[in-house]
């Protein structure tokens, strides 16, 4: 049976919402999940969280009329179990057959895709440049961005295209224009947005170094090179040409307060360095990223807030609940950043993760070489972004 083509259940099922869900979770609350997807799925992506206590049965386990005593054996019947698969369909059947056997259920609505949808504002309270910054965090990956508006203007960092219209609503209801959407690099776990809020009138950012790798759409958009500002009200957005996770990697200090470095510095950790040129070009990629990071990152004052594209279940929220950290703290945290070039070459080659999925398919599409609607952009970048090296091999004791 196809997972998105199940009979509606017999008995009434209790939809939970994505955003329910989640805020249960940021309580504290203790939340059991039976997911119900293959354990492929389940493996390689799904939601997890200190209270939270994650079961997987997969839903052909409930086809037959009479469910075999060793799949309910590991679900709990003595408190509440959420029911999820990737759309909706599969948990809500899996959840009445549950419900007929007196379990206290609900199902997800829309499964991981509906997880994948949220998409949470932050304002970060430390920086202290002008006008205010606000920190975009997608939990189902890992995704970060960010907002700077100041004096009726306003800039994105790092977009994602499944939420264009998101930032369009963001300016309008704080009473800004969206005057730039700017790149970090060309990204390879999610669409970019950037062409699609180009194409809103929004003007288009992306680094010059990228241009290289072979992006179709250069001529459109405003390239970046090393040292150029952007204004946004009074607040300054400078480039930093910062290579090693790509070619093209560059970051952004807004207002000299804080660094957007995309890929390249984490607060858990730092960049990958074989998603351009494969295992062959990484040690070349890894070299060049110890000099950016030595020679333009860590050169900046201690104070100097480091906010990465992306967060992993690693990574610890600062006070204000966004992954931002002082320079001066990574360096005191994070053993990478004070070995010598050898070691850290050597350290970070020695043990990275899976390589995001569909990595190729997706850098094809940011650079414009290959076409995807919305809805196949978004089926694209489910899943964990992978984007970093081991975050337990840089972590200092």
């Known amino acids: 049976m196809d997972p998105d083509d199940f009979p509606t259940p017999d008995v009434s099922v209790e939809t939970v919402t994505p955003e329910a869900l989640k805020g249960r979770i940021d309580d504290g609350n203790e939340v059991t999940i039976l997911d119900a997807r293959m354990e492929t799925d389940y493996e390689e992506w799904r939601i997890e969280g200190e209270t939270v206590e994650s079961i997987n049965v997969p839903y052909f386990e409930f086809l037959d009329e009479e469910i075999d005593d060793d799949v309910?054996?590991?679900?709990?019947?003595?408190?509440?179990?959420?029911?999820l698969c990737a759309k909706g369909g599969a948990s809500e059947y899996v959840a009445g057959k549950l419900k007929e056997r007196d379990y206290e259920v609900n199902h997800l609505d829309e499964g991981m895709n509906g997880w994948a949808r949220i998409y949470e504002t932050v304002e970060v309270e430390r920086y202290d440049g002008r006008?205010?910054?606000?920190?975009?965090?997608?939990?189902?990956?890992?995704?970060?961005?960010?907002?700077?508006?100041?004096?009726?203007?306003?800039?994105?960092?790092?977009?994602?295209?499944?939420?264009?219209?998101?930032?369009?609503?963001?300016?309008?209801?704080?009473?800004?224009?969206?005057?730039?959407?700017?790149?970090?690099?060309?990204?390879?776990?999610?669409?970019?947005?950037?062409?699609?809020?180009?194409?809103e009138g929004v003007e288009g950012v992306i680094p010059e170094a990228s241009v290289g790798r072979g992006v179709t759409y250069a001529d459109e958009l405003t390239l970046a090179e090393d040292g150029d500002e952007f204004q946004v009200g009074d607040a300054t957005i400078e480039t930093v040409y910062t290579p090693g996770h790509t070619s093209g990697m560059t970051s952004y200090l807004i207002d000299d307060s804080l660094l957007a470095t995309g890929d390249g510095l984490f607060v858990e950790s730092v960049a990958r360095p074989?998603?351009?040129?494969?295992d062959d070009g990484a040690p070349e990629a890894a070299a060049q990223l110890y000099e950016s990071l030595q020679e333009r990152v860590l050169t900046l004052p201690d104070e100097t807030l480091i906010g990465g594209a992306h967060f992993s279940d690693a990574a610890e929220p600062a006070e204000d609940g966004t992954y931002t950290a002082p320079i001066g703290q990574l360096v005191d945290e994070m053993d990478a950043l004070t070995m010598d070039k050898d070691e850290f070459v050597d350290l970070i080659l020695s043990d990275m993760p899976p390589?995001?999925?569909?990595?190729?398919?997706?850098?094809?599409?940011?650079?414009?070489?290959?076409?995807?609607?919305?809805?196949?952009?978004?089926?694209?970048?489910?899943?964990?972004?992978?984007?970093?090296?081991?975050?337990?091999?840089?972590?200092?004791?």
């Open 131 to 199: 006008g205010t910054l606000l920190q975009y965090q997608r939990p189902s990956s890992g995704c970060l961005g960010y907002f700077v508006y100041d004096d009726g203007e306003a800039a994105v960092i790092d977009p994602l295209r499944a939420f264009t219209d998101r930032y369009l609503e963001d300016a309008a209801e704080l009473g800004v224009e969206l005057t730039y959407a700017i790149d970090t690099h060309i990204h390879a776990d999610h669409i970019s947005g950037v062409r699609a809020l180009d194409a």
């Open 72 to 83: 309910l054996v590991d679900i709990p019947d003595n408190r509440e179990v959420t029911v």
């Open 274 to 278: 074989d998603l351009e040129e494969g």
């Open 355 to 397: 390589r995001p999925a569909n990595y190729e398919d997706i850098i094809p599409t940011n650079l414009g070489q290959q076409e995807a609607d919305d809805e196949e952009a978004f089926e694209l970048e489910l899943g964990p972004n992978n984007c970093a090296a081991s975050q337990e091999s840089l972590a200092g004791d």
